[in-house]
Every structure is written in C-alpha cells, then in structure tokens.
C-alpha cells in the first residue's frame, strides 16, 4: 500500500537520457551503433521536442544527465530551439550537446550565446581524422567560456547478431552493465540507441529486427516515471538481435562502405 501511495505521489530520477536532433552524419564512421552512416536526412521537430520536455519533467523529479546527438545535431538549422526546451524541462540536468566537431568553427553567435545562456556542455567525440584539429578545436570552445568534455573514439564495436537467437534477458543484463542510454525519439522512450535506430537498418537493409518492442509512449494516460524505470529494465525482442553476454568485435575506426556486415558482430575474416 505504501509503495502505491509512493508510486501516485513521488518522481523518480532518471538517470540518463539521449536523443538524436538529427540521424544523418558527415563524418561516415564504418558500423555506426546509430546507423547514421547508412541513415537519410532526418532533422526532429523542436514542437515534438518541447513537448516530450514537459512530458518528461511531469514524469521525472529531474533527467540527472542529457545528451543531444544525432548523427551530427550541428547540421540542424534549429539547434538552438532544442537546447533551450531542454533547459527549460530540466533546469538541474547536465545537458551535453554532442558533435564530431567538424561544424563547430562555423557555428554563429546566436549559437554560442544560447548554449551560455542555457549552460550546454559541448562534448566532442574525436575520431582520427579530427585528431589534429584538437588544440583549434579547445580554443574554440573556451573562448566561448563553455565546458569542453572531449572524447578520443578510435575504436569500435559491433554487436549486432543478424540471426536473432541471442537470449535478450542475457543480452540486456551485460549491456547494462557497460551503458544505461534511454533514448528519446518522438514521445517513444526506448530501451537503447540500438532499438531506435533500427528502422533505418531495416529499411536499407531489407532486414526485420523488431522495431518498436524495445519502446514505451511516454504521452500515455495514467503512466508514471516509476513505470517507465521497470519498462527499461525488460529484456525485449528487439535484444535477440544484440550479440551483449556472447561476445562484442572490436575494430579500429574507418570510413563506412555502408556495407551490411559492418554491424555483425561474428564477422568472419574477408567478409569486410
Ligand atoms: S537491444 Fe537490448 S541488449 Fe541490445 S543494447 Fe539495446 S537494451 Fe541492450
């Protein structure tokens, strides 16, 4: 009865939320987790945005860490719009904007003076050929006085088992045990990036992993945030199709061919 009472009358935290401003990429990375080296043109609405905002924020005392991502969320002509809804929904969180880097140098004021006035960290995930634009890169981002978190990314991982029999209980146990990512896409709240973005490898591909088992409408009558927490804690279908609990490969990072076998994790020497 207590735990009830506690259900209808208190929000949990969230520890973790990330969502894409855009799916496409300009950096092409081979076996993107996103599939945004395969994806189309894709840019989220800020309207949808602002309103999941708010859904989340009746559902969530507070997101404790969010991370707008794409794809390259520079390449949205709206950027700005989805950094201050997210500040707005979430005054205590730690809002990263994440970038490859490539279009920072050409981001205007309006640019800078709202991630300040919202206070978005710029994360970098520095792939290889960015390496020698770190220092440029540095001086950009404190001459704006912003926080710069930078990440080196020079390896991968594919973990996708195109044959579907991995057990998902097992499969969700050892990936959370390296990531908790709840991903945000149009009033869906997924189980990871991988449940997604799927679609997009299933459209290009001609493939049929389960698109939306791995997902929960957060805009649905009566839902509490605690209801959604167990929600991300089920194995779903779509886990079949992850290779966590069995074994990961891990490759150095080089351009996409675009090539479907860049996701599997069992890739056999050759079929690159
Ligand atoms: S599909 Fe399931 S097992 Fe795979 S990364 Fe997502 S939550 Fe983890």
């Not at 920072?104 to 709202?114: A, H, I, K, T, V």
């Not at 970098?124 to 634009?133: A, G, R, V």
Request: hydrophobic letters at 35%.
């Amino acid at each position: 009865m207590a735990q009830k009472l506690k259900r209808r009358l208190t929000k949990p935290p969230l520890a973790y939320l990330e969502l894409h401003l855009t799916d496409h990429c300009n950096m092409n990375c081979c076996g993107c987790g996103h599939f945004s080296n395969v994806a189309s043109a894709w840019y989220a609405d800020p309207e949808s945005h602002n309103r999941d905002m708010r859904r989340l924020s009746q559902l969530f005392s507070n997101i404790s860490s969010i991370h707008l991502l794409g794809g390259e969320p520079l390449q949205h002509p709206k950027v700005t719009e989805f950094l201050s809804s997210t500040r707005r929904g979430f005054p205590q969180a730690v809002i990263r904007l994440v970038t490859n880097g490539i279009l920072l140098p050409s981001m205007g004021q309006d640019f800078w003076r709202c991630c300040r006035a919202n206070r978005i960290s710029i994360s970098i995930t520095l792939y290889p050929p960015m390496l020698n634009k770190e220092d440029a890169l540095r001086r950009l981002v404190s001459g704006e006085n912003l926080e710069l978190v930078i990440n080196k990314t020079s390896t991968f991982w594919a973990s996708l088992n195109p044959k579907g029999d991995s057990d998902p209980a097992r499969a969700l146990r050892a990936c959370r045990k390296m990531y908790y990512t709840p991903f945000l896409r149009e009033g869906l709240l997924y189980l990871c990036p991988f449940s997604a973005n799927v679609p997009t490898y299933n459209r290009v591909f001609a493939a049929q992993i389960p698109e939306k088992s791995g997902a929960i409408g957060i805009h649905a009558p009566g839902m509490t945030g605690w209801d959604v927490l167990e929600f991300l804690e089920r194995p779903a279908e779509v886990c079949r199709f992850c290779s966590f609990g069995t074994g990961v490969r891990k490759y150095d990072w080089k351009r996409t061919t675009k090539a479907k076998e860049e996701w599997n994790f069992d890739l056999v020497p050759g079929q690159e």
